[in-house]
């Protein structure tokens, strides 16, 4: 019993790191499906992360969210869900992703509440951080004044 209630509260630590993470990047955590109806149906431009608490997300998604709107140009919005914890605003947001499967970590480009560009978990596993921003900057270049 001890031993479950101790990894119980490992997760719990990991998943609020992983939050702080991005929060203390400038992301808006999103937890309800009202909160992201909010968000995602504002005009101009957002950038969505689905967090996870998988090791891509940790050594790459969450460093690459944390840099790429640091360059030149950036998205108006930068907001983030939590897959697996808020599933709820994490279901809401996918379905504003529009022939995209469900993944995480993952990026979603919003603009005008319409998507514009993903970066799905396929491309993030087994990059490195800068390749990702590179990926993202490269769609803040053609989306974001």
Do not use: W
Not at 29 to 53: C, F, H, I, R, Y
Not at 55 to 73: D, L, M, Q, S, V
Not at 113 to 119: A, D, H, L, Y
Request: glycine share 6%; hydrophobic share 35%; charged share 25%.
């Amino acid at each position: 019993m001890n031993f479950q209630f101790n990894q119980f509260n490992l997760f719990n630590d990991v998943v609020e790191t992983a939050r702080k993470e991005m929060i203390e990047a400038g992301y808006q955590q999103l937890q309800t499906p009202e909160e992201v109806t909010a968000a995602l149906d504002k005009k101009g431009t957002t950038l969505v992360m689905v967090n996870s608490v998988c090791g891509c997300a940790g050594g790459i998604a969450r460093p690459a969210a944390a840099f790429a709107p640091k360059g030149e140009r950036a998205p108006d919005q930068l907001v983030t869900v939590f897959a697996g914890q808020d599933k709820d605003a994490t279901e809401k947001a996918r379905s504003y992703f529009t022939g995209y499967p469900p993944s995480s970590p993952s990026f979603a480009l919003m603009k005008d509440g319409e998507i514009q560009m993903m970066v799905e978990r396929h491309e993030i596993e087994g990059s490195d951080p800068m390749e990702v921003v590179n990926k993202l900057r490269e769609a803040f270049q053609k989306y974001c004044s």
